[in-house]
């Protein structure tokens, strides 16, 4: 017999998910004339795409819907061992404050830059070695990473730190390129967070899976529903044409939480294929800015690469279900890898 049954496994997800959603739901009018009246809005870059100067003024920092959504179902509906959790919960507020100065710097100042860059830096760099050390000597996580198609597991030893601090800060900083078009991030990482929930259910359904790791992994897949229902109830304010950007805070809260899924549940090789979009983001950025100073030439109308797309003369909404449907079917691909 499982520790935990199929359909409580279904009920846990299910319920999260839709605690989640009517969280956002309810939060987000609350919160948008909030940041309004303290007059916390975007300011557009004169460098970006001419097509959203006219968004100057559209309220940021929307962000807070999202993190108030998730953080309520994994309140009321955790159980037992809370460890996974508790780190899940711990990075993506790290992240989530780091994002938080970033956007009041931009408010108090007017201006589209926010935190300096190196502040920035420091900042990451030390939050991913606290939670690189914290995961590498967790008994139920370790120095052990699931290799896909070998079904194996690769004990990285002590190189796990530096590794685990690199996928940390890489997936952070992607899906903060990522979030450019309005519906983008929260969309694909509703997809993502879905996807690992799955993930959550198929390693909950293991034989010989201890109750320990059992019990985590279900509040685990908590949390994922919780980021799922959570962009689900975002998507409400933030579709084309968006009422709030989620800001900073938003993107480095979802960058926080996808990659705590990820190394809670040992599938950091599986992340750049359901995180594609977010790849595609950074990589177009970095080839873009490496082109130009080495060639002095672009590869792209203008980077990340739904920029391209968007000068290209696609909607914002077609660039949001194109990156939506990418990343249905790459998390198709990478459950189906666990087999």
């Not at 795409?49 to 807070?64: E, I």
């Not at 509906?77 to 508790?86: E, K, N």
């Not at 799922?228 to 579709?239: D, E, S």
């Not at 979802?254 to 790849?279: D, E, K």
Request: glycine fraction near 10%.
């Amino acid at each position: 017999m499982f520790p935990i049954t199929i359909p409580e496994q279904i009920q846990a997800l299910s319920f999260a998910v839709i605690i989640a959603f009517m969280v956002a739901l309810i939060v987000g009018p609350i919160v948008i004339p909030a940041l309004l009246k303290l007059k916390v809005r975007q300011t557009e870059r004169e460098d970006g795409p001419q097509s959203h100067l006219k968004k100057s003024g559209t309220p940021s920092m929307g962000g807070l819907i999202i993190l108030v959504g998730l953080l309520v179902p994994c309140a009321i509906l955790m159980r037992g061992d809370i460890d996974f959790l508790s780190f899940s919960v711990l990075v993506t507020l790290g992240f989530g404050l780091v994002g938080f100065l970033d956007d009041y710097i931009k408010a108090r100042k007017h201006r589209s830059l926010g935190l300096k860059a190196y502040q920035k830096i420091i900042a990451q760099f030390g939050l991913a070695l606290i939670f690189a050390w914290y995961a590498y000597q967790h008994p139920l996580i370790g120095s052990k990473i699931f290799v896909p198609i070998a079904n194996i597991e690769w004990d990285l030893g002590l190189w796990y730190i530096p590794v685990t601090m690199f996928v940390i800060i890489g997936t952070v900083n992607s899906v903060n390129l990522c979030d450019g078009v309005d519906g983008l991030v929260s969309g694909v990482t509703m997809i993502v967070a879905a996807a690992f929930g799955i993930i959550c259910m198929a390693m909950l359904n293991l034989p010989d899976i201890e109750p320990a790791l059992a019990m985590n992994i279900r509040n685990l897949m908590v949390f994922t529903g919780g980021v799922a229902g959570a962009c689900l109830g975002f998507l409400r304010f933030n579709a084309h044409p968006a009422k709030v950007f989620m800001g900073d805070t938003g993107s480095f809260v979802l960058g926080g939480a996808v990659v705590a899924m990820a190394i809670a549940t040992r599938t950091m090789l599986l992340l750049p294929l359901m995180g594609i979009c977010y790849v595609i983001s950074s990589v177009s950025d970095i080839i873009q800015v490496g082109s130009y100073k080495l060639r002095k030439k672009r590869v792209f109308r203008m980077a990340p690469f739904h920029h391209h797309l968007e000068l290209g003369g696609m909607s914002e909404t077609q660039i949001g279900v194109l990156y939506m449907s990418i990343t249905g079917v790459c998390c198709l691909a990478a459950i189906m890898l666990l087999q």
